[in-house]
């Protein structure tokens, strides 16, 4: 069992580029989650999925998209990144619901210049 | 309004020593209630989790959490601290944002053991 894998590790992008966060897990959860992490900040949801071909908006969306074709894949899409969105970003998936245990993969380092 | 917070945001203890991380909730009905902690370049894990069943739950570790209902409370404590414990530690918890449920995590302490 892997778990929550996440790809890439680590990135570098010039501002106005383009990328997408492949989040994968193995362990057939409902529920998906892409979360940014901020120094000081602690963790804010971006967007989540409670289901195949789902997804729902979190606490700071803007600049985001993401889709959930198959029920193991959840992609988190910068269409026109900004310095802003320099960040830690985490996948999380937990089998019915925000009440579960929330399993987490390792992290993608972004960089915006 | 903040619906989690942790109190210190750096918190040091010598090895062997009492931890203690505080974390305070603000909610009318009891809520879930969950600690996660984070390694160094690592994803969060899941120390314990309260779900009303008792009001101390032990975690992994030797980590324990006593909710306290009367002073919205839901601190961490381990007797003895171990070097491995240095990490950060999310509070998170789970109760009605608006007209949905959702979980919130706390902006996490750093705990350092010194040798």
């Known amino acids: 069992n892997a778990g929550v894998t996440q790809t890439p590790k680590f990135r570098v992008l010039k501002t106005g580029q383009s990328m997408t966060l492949l989040c994968a897990q193995d362990?057939?959860?409902?529920?998906m989650y892409w979360y940014r992490q901020d120094p000081g900040m602690g963790l804010r949801l971006i967007h989540y999925s409670v289901g195949e071909g789902t997804t729902a908006k979190g606490e700071v969306p803007d600049g985001y998209n993401v889709s959930r074709l198959k029920k193991q894949n959840f992609l988190l899409g910068l269409e026109s990144a900004a310095p802003s969105q320099t960040s830690v970003y985490f996948c999380?998936?937990?089998?019915?619901?925000?009440?579960?245990?929330?399993?987490f993969g390792p992290g993608t380092r972004l960089t915006v210049l | 309004a903040q619906s989690v917070t942790q109190l210190g945001s750096h918190v040091s203890v010598s090895e062997g020593a009492l931890v203690l991380l505080r974390c305070n909730y603000s909610s009318s009905v009891p809520p879930y209630l969950f600690w996660y902690v984070q390694y160094p370049n690592q994803g969060l894990q899941l120390l314990l989790k309260y779900t009303s069943a008792a009001t101390l739950v032990k975690g992994i570790n030797g980590f324990e959490a006593e909710f306290k209902k009367s002073e919205t409370s839901f601190h961490l404590t381990k007797p003895s601290a171990h070097m491995s414990d240095a990490a950060e530690y999310f509070c998170?918890?789970?109760?009605?944002?608006?007209?949905?449920?959702?979980?919130?995590f706390g902006k996490g302490t750093l705990l350092t053991v010194n040798p």
């Open positions: 999380a998936s937990s089998r019915t619901g925000m009440k579960d245990e929330q399993f």
């Open positions: 998170a918890v789970y109760i009605r944002g608006g007209s949905n449920y959702k979980l919130t």
């Open positions: 362990m057939n959860h409902e529920y």
